[in-house]
């Protein structure tokens, strides 16, 4: 069952991960695909450098971390930046089974793949891109995101989308050609 509270919404998806969960932006591609599949529909995202991002996400697990249930660890990456390990105790038995295994599916995906993924994901679904609006998805995304979308990446990330889009979901996951 679905939660009210944004900050238990926002340790839910930490608890179907597994329990840990590395990376704010690994966390904000999750919850947006996952919310994209059906499971819920707590926050909403917005276009961000980094791709779909919820204000109300990050603001509801920092007070999941101020409250309880989740601990969050940061560590320094080694080239500088710093990131979050999220951490929830304890295991939710009322949880979905096929939310649990879509998070953990999208939990495995490396995180730049998660990223381009999600990002044209968002592109498709809420700006339309190659759907009402003229373009491809995948390449508005290349296109944003060179740095990001280099050698085979962007077609990791489409078959990686696709892994997802093979998942048990409450609304699947749309099909968007990558060309």
Do not use: C
């Not at 930490?14 to 926050?43: H, M, N, P, S, Y």
């Not at 940061?74 to 295994?101: L, P």
């Amino acid at each position: 069952m679905p939660s009210r509270d944004p900050h238990l919404a926002a340790a839910r998806i930490v608890q179907d991960a597994g329990g840990e969960l590395v990376g704010r932006t690994r966390l904000q591609k999750i919850a947006f695909l996952t919310q994209l599949a059906g499971f819920g529909d707590e926050f909403a995202f917005e276009y961000r450098h980094y791709g779909p991002y919820s204000e109300e996400l990050a603001q509801a697990m920092e007070i999941a971390v101020v409250l309880g249930p989740v601990v969050e660890e940061e560590r320094v990456a080694d080239w500088g930046g710093r990131y979050s390990i999220y951490t929830v105790a304890g295991s939710d038995n009322d949880s979905d089974q096929d939310r649990k295994n879509f998070i953990q599916e999208a939990k495995r995906i490396d995180a730049v793949e998660l990223e381009l993924a999600a990002t044209a994901a968002y592109f498709y679904v809420i700006e339309g891109i190659g759907d009402k609006v003229e373009g491809n998805p995948w390449e508005e995304t290349r296109r944003r995101k060179p740095s990001k979308a280099t050698g085979q990446r962007l077609d990791r990330a489409f078959r990686a989308y696709e892994e997802l889009r093979k998942m048990k979901t409450l609304s699947p996951l749309p099909y968007i050609s990558i060309g």
